[in-house]
Structure formats: structure tokens, C-alpha cells
């Protein structure tokens, strides 16, 4: 059973940095290709961030604009996203989320197997 398990989420002001991390089980880790997504209330849940197995490709949606930074470490089957600037719009649930296809980052929601249950982001104004 792989699991992912989300941390490091609060409630922060406009302009400060969070780095949350996804610890994972298993020995699946460094075979797979990981995401970082994000659900607001009502609405959808949308890409963030995401790497490829060995960490030398990653991928960011046009709103992160150099404010976030994916990284991992597959030594301690850890994902991080490091986000600076945080801005009140980028308030929401904080998912990771693991792709079996480890060689190429994709953002669609429906080609990653495993999820985590989320953290909450909540940033004030």
C-alpha cells in the first residue's frame, strides 16, 4: 500500500514562505514522477509544481511566476515545494500526488495513482 503524507502547511501572511514536504512509503519513490497540486473552495483542483524521478526535470504552472520550487530528496523518499511570496490567491488544500510514468512530469490530475490527503495553505492579506 503506498501512502503519501502531507505536512508543513499553516496560516501565513501575503509575502511570507512555507516549504511543505510529502513523505512517502514504500520503495516506489524514486521511480516515480511527483506533483504538487492545489484545491480552493469551489473550485478545481489544479496542477502546482512537479519533477521527474531523478529530479533533473520539473515542470511549474504559469500562476507559481518563480515564487515555488519543487524539489526531493530520494534518499529519505521526501517531496518538498518551497513557496516564497505567498500571495492570498494561493490559499487552498495542498496535495502531493505520485506518477507511475517516473520519466516525464505531466500535469493532468487522472495519470497520478497515489495522493496524499492534503495540508491546508491559508495565506491573510
Known amino acids: 500500500q503506498v501512502q503519501l503524507v502531507e505536512s508543513g502547511g499553516g496560516l501565513v501572511q501575503a509575502g511570507a514562505s512555507l516549504r511543505l514536504s510529502c513523505v512517502a512509503s514504500?520503495?516506489?519513490?524514486?521511480?516515480?514522477?511527483m506533483s504538487w497540486f492545489r484545491q480552493a473552495p469551489g473550485k478545481e483542483r489544479e496542477f502546482v509544481a512537479g519533477?521527474?524521478?531523478?529530479?533533473?526535470?520539473?515542470s511549474n504552472a504559469n500562476f507559481v511566476q518563480g515564487r515555488f520550487t519543487i524539489s526531493r530528496d530520494n534518499a529519505k523518499n521526501t517531496l518538498y515545494l518551497q513557496m516564497n511570496s505567498l500571495k492570498p490567491e494561493d490559499t487552498a488544500v495542498y496535495y502531493c500526488?505520485?506518477?507511475?510514468?517516473?520519466?516525464?512530469?505531466?500535469?493532468?490530475?487522472?495519470?497520478?495513482?497515489?495522493w496524499g490527503q492534503g495540508t491546508q495553505v491559508t495565506v491573510s492579506s
Open positions: 500526488a505520485a506518477d507511475r510514468n517516473g520519466i516525464n512530469v505531466r500535469a493532468t490530475r487522472e495519470v497520478h495513482s497515489y
Open positions: 514504500g520503495r516506489f519513490f524514486s521511480n516515480y514522477a
Open positions: 519533477i521527474n524521478w531523478s529530479g533533473d526535470s520539473t
